[in-house]
């Protein structure tokens, strides 16, 4: 059954801009009944938000939809129910439609909620700077939350004018893919504007974020995309290539090959939320092998019959990445088990388990018997 691109709604070129749709105007259809006009967020900020409507920008309070869970309040990205002109002033929205896809991270704090960065994102671009040492731990970390969060990864090694040599550039490229199975990896300067045409084509149409560490070139890269300077750009440091946070809010900007770009801050840390399937997917050639190991319960450590031990013997899988899996892996499990009561248990019966086991071998190494 196909629905109209508005029922009661508007749509109008500036909703279909913005990524409105069929889809969108049908979940949209109990909210159009009741008077309110639909929107995309476009910037939040301390409780107000501008969405784009039919009509225009407008600003609106989020009182309405404040939950207490981080991962559920008003985004970037977000499509918003929103008071219809004069409805009185401030305008509010009343309601968020469900999300097709999220981007989320897990905060510093030590209460270790998430924080929700962008919303129904199609392309996760991952910038990173060819001024400083490629750090091919944080870029699978990226790509472990851009795969969880269901939107296609691209890395992006931007000031490749910075690496004049051809071959030299080819060779962070393969490094970077070694890292990054099923992604494109796509050196890019925007100062030369080599390689912007080449991503604008990808993510031509659909959302895009874009992500990456302070001076990393991210608001360089959207002004080059939105053709024309929508953000401010300071230099990074000459010492080590860090950036200060020129952007401090998620901003939204409509790019002029089709589709939206979603700007966000420098991200300092980048700690995984709740991303087991996002790290699965960036160490398949990890999944692959356990699939041939004897043990389906593998530790890949010092089972006899293991096919990643295996690997790692003949030289097929880099040491650097079994390392890089079990760390993240560790780190995902220990922030699921402070939220997941269950999996915290098992996890104490695990450690319990293996403290009584080496408390029983040591008993049997001193006495030649087992209590």
């Known amino acids: 059954m196909s629905f109209p691109l508005s029922s009661r709604t508007s749509d109008s070129s500036l909703l279909v801009a913005h990524g409105w749709d069929e889809g969108w105007a049908a979940v949209f259809e109990p909210y159009a009944a009741q008077g309110l006009v639909p929107g995309r967020v476009v910037r939040v900020d301390r409780g107000q938000c501008d969405v784009a409507t039919a009509d225009g920008t407008v600003r609106a309070d989020t009182a309405f939809v404040t939950p207490h869970d981080p991962l559920r309040v008003v985004c970037t990205g977000d499509w918003a129910a929103v008071d219809p002109e004069g409805a009185g002033d401030p305008r509010y929205v009343r309601a968020c439609l469900p999300r097709r896809t999220a981007f989320a991270r897990s905060t510093s704090s030590k209460r270790s909620e ?9 392309h996760a671009v991952i910038a990173v700077s060819l001024a400083v040492e490629l750090d091919l731990g944080r870029i699978e970390r990226f790509l472990a939350l851009a795969w969880e969060s269901g939107a296609q990864p691209i890395v992006v090694l931007t000031k490749a004018d910075l ?14 893919e070694t890292v990054a199975p099923g992604v494109q990896v796509l050196p890019l300067s925007s100062a030369t504007g080599e390689g912007v045409d080449v991503l604008s084509a990808v993510v031509a149409g659909g959302t895009t974020v874009l992500l990456g560490v302070s001076g990393a070139g991210k608001s360089t890269l959207a002004n080059a995309l939105v053709g024309e300077d ?3 750009v300071q230099a990074a440091r000459d010492v080590d290539g860090k950036g200060r946070h020129t952007t401090t809010t998620r ?8 589709g939206v770009l979603i700007d966000t801050p420098g991200l300092r840390g980048v700690g995984l939320w709740d991303a087991e399937a996002g790290v699965g997917q960036v160490f398949s050639e990890i999944e692959e092998l356990a699939r041939d190991c004897r ?7 010092a089972e006899p019959g293991c ?3 295996a690997a790692i013997e003949n030289g097929t ?12 892996m560790r780190e995902n499990q220990r922030l699921v088990a402070k939220t997941d009561a269950r999996l915290r248990n098992e996890i104490r019966k695990d450690w319990k388990r293996t403290m009584a086991a080496g408390r029983a071998a040591v008993e049997f190494k001193r006495n030649g018997r087992l209590r």
């Open 114 to 122: 998430g924080q929700i960065l962008a919303a129904n994102v199609d």
């Open 163 to 176: 690496v004049p040599d051809p071959v030299g550039l080819s060779y962070l490229v393969e490094d970077v």
């Open 230 to 232: 929508v953000m401010s």
């Open 251 to 258: 901003n939204l900007f409509v790019l002029p090959t089709g």
């Open 295 to 301: 043990f389906h319960d593998c530790a890949h450590e």
């Open 307 to 309: 096919a990643v031990a």
């Open 317 to 328: 899988l880099p040491v650097r990445r079994l390392e890089s899996f079990r760390k993240l």
